[in-house]
Each structure stands twice: as C-alpha cells, then as structure tokens.
C-alpha cells in the first residue's frame, strides 16, 4: 500500500501505519520545506519508505491540469523537487527509495512521450537506482525497460474506464469514499486481477502496489478498513 502524503490534507499521522511506502509533496504543487521534513520524519518513525512526489510547478491548481512548460523547463524543476525530498531524507538518516510524479504530471507521462522522457531524464541526474511508479503499460515504463526499475500502480479509491485510465475527477463518480466500496473494488483487483470498471465491464490489472489518496477524506477509514479485511483473509500486507 502506498500514499500521497505531504499535501497538508491533515491526515499522514493517521495514514502511516496503514502503509508501506509514501509520496511526498516536493514544495510545488503542495506543502513547503517544513512540512516535507515533517513528512519524513512520520515515515521514518513508521519505517514507511520514502518516495517524492513531483509535479507541474502550478499550486493554484494543485498540480492536477497540463501546463505548457519547455523539456528544459520541466527537467529542472523535476531535478529541483526529487534532489530536495532526497536531500532531506538523507540529513534525517533515511534513504530516497522512489518517485512518484503527481497529478497531471502522472497522467501524462503515460502517453507523452516528451514528458515520460523528462521524468526519465531527471531521475538519471539524480539516482539511476530510484524506482518510478507508474500504470503497467504506461508509455514512462517502456522508457525506462533495462534502465530504471518501474514498479505498476493502481488506485484503491479511483474509479476506471474500459482503457485502464481513471475516471476524470469532473465525474462524478471518479473518486470513491465509502470503505466497503474501496475493499471491494480492491479485493478483486487482488484476488481475481480484474478491475470492474465505470461501466460495469471486468478488466484484467497487473500491479505491484496500491494507493490510496492521502487527500482522500475517508483516507483513513479506508485504510483502516483495507487492513483489517485483509489481515481477516490471511493476506500478508508489505
């Protein structure tokens, strides 16, 4: 299980023992130096491993719309956000074990070749040894092939369409709040490989981890609840 945390949503305390690993808000779309120290702080108190969660340089609209910004441009502020989420993990006697981008950023690395390529390029400068999390199939993770390991997400509290995207968050039903309903959408991913999608249809899914929003205000309800139904399955939680 895994979490975006570091937005200030005021739940990471609560989040942190309900996962493995966390996505922290690098300063641009969410959060600030101190809150990021914080965040570590949680995870590592928690032995919760430590990811950046980068994005557009756009706060006013938290990171979740595509912004028309220079390859050069991206690079560094991508470059920016990992080396200063890194740079304190390491001050704090952690280690950065992966990124995340966020937002739009994430939804568009699938598909666009020229910001995949960014997001690539920037962890090379960094640490060619950070994991990239990424959609099975995204467009980042064939970039990556022999170069950068990928690990394959997919949403515990999103809803999906026939293609494997997620539902746009201007639907109505693209996020899902009610504990039960999240347990069931992600117990058949887990025990069947298969997602029932928006329209009904059942999709087979590969992954290697499971978020939940940390923004979500049923994060922790959800999970919570995802804990303690699989604990009551015999399912080992890592």
Known sequence: MNSDVGEEAGFDERIMPYISWCNIACGV???NDQVIQKTIDLALEYQVKIGAHPSY??????GRMVMDISYDELVATLIDQIQ???YYTE??????HHVKPHGALYNEAVKNEEVANSIVDSVKNIDKSLIIITPKDSLISYICKGNIEVKHE???DR???EDLTLVSRS???AVL?????VFDHVFRMVSDGKVKTIKGEEVSIYFDTICVHGDNPKSVEILEYLYKEFLKRNFVLK
């Open 171 to 173: 639907e109505k039903k």
């Open 29 to 31: 779309h969410a959060g």
């Open 57 to 62: 340089p756009d706060r006013e609209n938290f």
């Open 177 to 181: 709040t009610e504990p039960k309903k």
């Open 84 to 86: 200063k989420v890194k």
């Open 91 to 96: 001050k704090m006697g952690g280690q950065l």
């Open 159 to 161: 809803n999906y369409n």
């Open 154 to 156: 997919v949403f515990a």
